[in-house]
């Protein structure tokens, strides 16, 4: 079975440009997960969704950060504008219940 | 609050040595422990986890990890160390029952030497 997909696995942007991040879970997961780690951090956790509802968005930093799920497949993660914090790995996974998720490689985002 | 602690952020272990990652746990619950390992360029890989069964847990790649609620550690181990165990390994702590929403340990990069 295919595993997790993120698209792209490297960008660049310059500080106030916009980046749309993008996910691809495993066939059939309803939970859907993106957690970042920032250079030398623990990889945190940002959100959750469960097919195309959030459960659970306590780990979002703020209001530049937009997540969606489109029909309870792809999901994106959307930064608008981008600041330089923002940096970092970003990783999504998908699970069925009652597993551990499964993470896919992670989209590296550098903003200069 | 549930958090982990991952003791030594790089280890260097020779080819056929032990290898132990230290991780220790705060839970104010009976707590769901994993760990997690990231080759280079790939994503995470559950490798094991422990779910309140049995206190010593097999993973894949001949890692075991041992629950103990006294010392509150989920210690990971590997009898030999093999030059493909290099990469970053993490501990973490599920945050709900789902398993899914996690807390994780800051990382420890493992280099095996010849």
């Known amino acids: 079975e295919a595993g997790v997909t993120q698209f792209p696995s490297h960008s660049v942007i310059e500080k106030g440009q916009t980046v749309t991040l993008r996910c691809d879970p495993i066939s059939g997961h309803d939970n859907l997960y993106w957690y970042r780690r920032v250079m030398g951090k623990e990889i945190k956790f940002l959100l959750h969704f469960v097919k195309e509802s959030k459960q659970d968005e306590s780990g979002m930093p703020n209001n530049r950060f937009l997540a969606e799920r489109t029909g309870g497949t792809y999901s994106t993660l959307k930064v608008q504008p981008a600041e330089l914090e923002d940096s970092g790995v970003y990783f999504c996974a998908s699970s069925q219940d009652p597993r551990p998720p499964f993470f896919g490689p992670g989209t590296r985002l550098t903003v200069l | 609050a549930q958090s982990v602690t991952q003791l030594g952020s790089h280890v260097s272990v020779s080819e056929g040595a032990l290898v132990l990652l230290r991780c220790n746990y705060s839970s104010s619950v009976p707590p769901y422990l994993f760990w997690y390992v990231q080759y280079p360029n790939q994503g995470l890989q559950l490798l094991l986890k422990?779910?309140?069964?049995?206190?010593l847990v097999k993973g894949i790649n001949g890692f075991e990890a041992e629950f103990k609620k006294s010392e509150t550690s989920f210690h990971l181990t590997k009898p030999s160390a093999h030059m493909s165990d290099a990469a970053e390994y993490f501990c973490a702590v599920s945050l709900t029952d789902s398993w899914g929403k996690l807390q994780f340990g800051a990382g420890t990069q493992v280099v095996v030497t010849p």
């Open positions: 422990y779910t309140s069964a049995a206190t």
